[in-house]
């Protein structure tokens, strides 16, 4: 027998990923068409491929496609070929993605992405497996198996006249869903022993591993680029933090760095939830950003004689401030006032529970999971506080 591919494997221990795998290897058995959802990363093409190698069509191709990479006008060519001289540039015939599909799987992915014309000529396939090419009038036959997948509502596309309804029932004969990683529970330490595995084998480095607490912050971490931000995180603590053991400080500075790099601003293409957790993500940099500032605050409160100039609100000038003399007032009182002029921990601990319940939309559960504390705390302090009074 073969053995599996790396890129097939599918691994997962959930209860969900089981269900999944069982009714993955069910429809492998047929050639009906999959409709698989998920957000982006959640190893939609993986599944897809599983599907292949496990049907009777795995000795032919497999044939990936991303319909949203390619240009509207082209797709179509792309897809089902064509004539030399159908249109400027076609020097030569050629035959298309459903041809080379021919007794193997195509995977369109972002089928969302499809334009109306293409969606007339694809449900045709599907519903008689004929076509012609581009600019031809002979009738040509394939017998591809279709796999699509998307990562927007298709549901919402329909309802919007975006997307024919007659293709979405056509294509949701049977749909897999799969979860998004943070649903995944223990999953999230099988897929980064698989990924650090892998990536000590690509760079030849030897991994040192977590500590207890950055063990708690992979599975508390929302994951919005799924297992696809996942296997990039640990290549770049493989390689940047080579021979050191990776503390949660560590593991909080990459997600914070690799958060940096996406945008807040609303992008129509992004769902709901993904919006969120970018939002959550972002969270996690401000709770960051605050414990440096407390931190930074016990530093001066505690070991330093006076209030560092460029944090504190001062005299007029630093010059000034330096060279003038200490005033003449106990030791105590000295401390009072510079203690009076910082916001105290209890504000600033206030603040950062108001920020955070405001940022997701003052749902209690989450918010808590988001700043590392039980729900039961949260409300305790929330009353301490005298939060939303
Ligand atoms: N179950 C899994 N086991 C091991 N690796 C996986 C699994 N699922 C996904 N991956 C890895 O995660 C990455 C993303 O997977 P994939 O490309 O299938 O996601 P996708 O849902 O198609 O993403 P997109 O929406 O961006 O197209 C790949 O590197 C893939 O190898
Ligand atoms: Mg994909």
């Not at 982006?40 to 599983?50: D, N, P, Q, Y």
């Not at 591993?209 to 912050?217: H, I, K, R, T, Y």
């Not at 007029?316 to 007032?329: D, G, K």
């Not at 209690?364 to 705390?377: M, Q, S, V």
């Amino acid at each position: 027998m073969k053995p599996a591919r790396e890129h097939s494997l599918l691994l997962g221990q959930s209860s969900v990923m089981i269900r999944l795998r069982e009714l993955a290897l069910q429809v492998a058995e047929t050639d009906i068409t999959v409709l698989i959802t998920g957000e982006t990363g959640s190893g939609k093409e993986v599944l897809a491929r599983f599907i292949h190698e496990h049907s009777r069509r795995s000795a032919n191709n497999f044939i990936p496609v991303n319909c949203g990479a390619i240009p509207s006008g082209l797709l179509e060519s792309e897809l089902f070929g064509h004539e030399k001289g159908s249109f400027t540039g076609a020097v030569q015939a050629r035959k298309g993605y459903f041809e080379s599909a021919d007794r193997g799987t195509i995977f369109l992915d972002e089928i969302g992405e499809m334009p109306p014309e293409t969606q007339v000529k694809f449900l045709r396939v599907l519903e008689t497996g004929e076509f012609q090419r581009v600019g031809a009038s002979q009738t040509i036959y394939s017998d591809a198996r279709v796999i699509a997948a998307t990562n927007r509502n298709l549901y919402q596309e329909v309802a919007e006249n975006r997307f024919r309804e007659d293709l979405y029932y056509r294509l949701r004969s049977v749909e897999l869903q799969l979860p998004p990683l943070r649903e995944r529970g223990r999953d999230i330490l099988v897929l980064t022993e698989h990924f650090v595995r892998e990536a000590e084998l690509r760079h030849g480095i030897s991994f040192e591993g977590f500590d207890a607490e950055a063990v708690d912050m992979l599975l508390r971490y929302p994951w919005p680029g799924n297992i696809r931000e996942l296997r990039n995180l640990i290549d770049s603590l493989l390689v940047l933090e080579k021979g050191r053991k990776i503390t949660s400080g560590i593991l909080e500075k990459h997600l914070i760095q690799r958060s940096r790099h996406k945008s807040l601003v609303h992008d129509p293409s992004r769902s709901e939830k993904q919006e969120l957790n970018l939002i959550y993500s972002s969270i996690i940099q401000l709770r960051q950003e605050m414990s440096e500032i407390r931190h930074l605050l016990q530093l001066l409160l505690h070991n330093r004689p006076q209030p560092s100039p460029l944090l504190l609100p001062g005299p007029a000038s630093q010059t000034e401030a330096q060279t003038r003399e200490p005033p003449a007032v106990p030791a105590e009182t000295r401390t009072a006032e510079k203690q009076a002029a910082l916001p105290s921990l209890g504000d600033i601990e206030k603040q950062t529970i108001i920020d955070t319940l405001k940022a997701s939309g003052n749902n209690k559960r989450l918010a808590a999971k988001t700043l590392g504390i039980t729900e039961r705390t949260l409300y305790r302090k929330i009353k301490s506080y005298g939060i939303g009074n």
